[in-house]
């Protein structure tokens, strides 16, 4: 996203260690373009200041700067030769049909996938027409999850006041499955607590807190288990944050019912409260 268009784009993730998206962002598009420009500067240079390595300069530096308007054009074909989708400019054939059940870390991205289309407080609204599904949502970025968690193969179609409804295209029977989430909270994101979560049943009776936010107030947060990957999603985050893009950190975790109630509780109590522990 840019601070002058109110549209976000899903490019890259890291997802249990491992980095996945292949293309370029806005930000390295123009650094690859300026080192191009620069690199013919120099080849001015070179021949106005040596006439006998003029032709030897004078051919690297043609071979390099071809080299990088192959790379920055094709990147920009690449973009407009997507499939389409606002809001998704991701590439990596790793995660996307099937071929994410054939990565080591598959367990994690299925997770990842149903957190994108889950956590969150977005609406469908179904053209008759068309049958086009869009959504609508708080914030452009969480539209940019729900479309990239549609093209990974996971659509959250319907919300009612108790559940929301998804429909995974890939799963182990080789057909579409619907699979119905029960909403039991909602803790919206704010500017104190830089996180929005969601506590949910799965059709197993399984309660789940899924959740996003700021990379540091996740982090803060993790497990013994989750810190296994706090080294290598850092340096990923750095990297996609020096590439000019906008991140966020998902996380879950598995809570059992005695948990769960003692919490609930102490969360009703603190919702009818009006004094200064309300936060």
Not at 245 to 259: C, F, M, P, S, V
């Amino acid at each position: 996203g840019t601070l002058t268009c109110n549209q976000m784009d899903f490019l890259k993730c890291s997802i249990a260690g491992t980095s996945y998206g292949v293309r370029a962002s806005e930000v390295e598009l123009a650094a690859a373009k300026q080192m191009a420009m620069d690199l013919e500067e120099q080849g001015e240079q070179v021949k106005n200041t040596s006439q006998r390595y003029s032709k030897l300069a004078s051919k690297t530096l043609s071979v390099d700067f071809e080299l990088e308007t192959v790379i920055t054009a094709s990147d920009d074909n690449d973009r407009k030769q997507t499939t389409g989708v606002k809001g998704f400019s991701f590439e990596d054939n790793r995660l996307m049909d099937e071929n994410w059940l054939n990565e080591p870390n598959s367990d994690d991205i299925l997770m990842f996938f149903r957190i994108l289309a889950v956590c969150h407080t977005a609406i469908p609204e179904v053209d008759e027409d068309t049958g086009k599904c869009t959504y609508e949502a708080e914030s452009p970025d969480e539209v940019a999850f729900l479309v990239a968690a549609k093209e990974f193969g996971f659509e959250f179609t319907k919300r009612t006041q108790s559940s929301v409804f998804i429909t995974e295209r890939f799963s182990p029977s080789g057909h579409p499955v619907d699979r119905e989430y029960k909403i039991l909270n909602l803790l919206d994101f704010t500017s104190k607590r830089k996180r929005m979560s969601a506590i949910v049943r799965d059709e197993e009776g399984q309660i789940l807190l899924l959740c996003k936010g700021a990379d540091s107030i996740i982090f803060e947060r993790l497990s013994k288990k989750g810190k296994d990957y706090l080294g290598s999603t850092t340096k990923h985050l750095n990297e996609y944050g020096e590439a000019g893009l906008r991140t966020l950190a998902l996380g879950y975790r598995k809570l059992d019912e005695t948990e769960y109630s003692a919490w609930n509780s102490e969360f009703h109590k603190a919702k009818t409260s009006v004094g200064a522990d309300r936060e």
